[in-house]
């Protein structure tokens, strides 16, 4: 059983920074691409940044030049950097990760629990 596990998320005064993880366990063959996205209540679930197994990147337009995401693929690990927060930044940031795994090798996404980030002004 494939799990995900993230960390990282508080509260921090606006302009600070938090460095969010995630770590998938379990049987795992490959993982394609990993993410973050967040949601508010009220809102969508949107994406805030992904990479894939090729080390290509793709940011939301609201995070350019403050949001780092980047993996560790022998630790089966994603992290997001986030450098000068903004209020608006604040939401529950969920990982997500495009996995292949034994026994039947299909394509499956799977989504942690979510950590919180508050940012303050």
């Known amino acids: 059983q494939v799990q995900l596990v993230e960390s990282g998320g508080g509260l921090v005064q606006a302009g600070g920074s938090l460095r969010l993880s995630c770590a998938a366990s379990?049987?795992?063959?490959?993982?394609?691409?990993m993410g973050w996205h967040r949601q508010t209540p009220g809102k969508q679930r949107e994406l805030v940044a992904a990479?894939?197994?090729?080390?290509?990147?793709n940011y939301a337009d609201s995070v350019p030049g403050r949001f780092t995401i980047s993996r560790d693929n022998a630790k089966n690990t994603v992290y997001l950097q986030m450098n000068n927060l903004k209020p608006e930044d604040t939401a529950v940031y969920y990982c997500?990760?495009?996995?292949?795994?034994?026994?039947?090798?299909?394509?499956?996404?799977?989504w942690g629990k979510g950590t919180l980030v508050t940012v303050s002004s």
């Open positions: 379990g049987s795992i063959f490959s993982i394609n691409t």
């Open positions: 997500k990760m495009v996995i292949t795994a034994p026994p039947y090798y299909n394509v499956v996404s799977y």
């Open positions: 990479i894939n197994s090729d080390g290509s990147t």
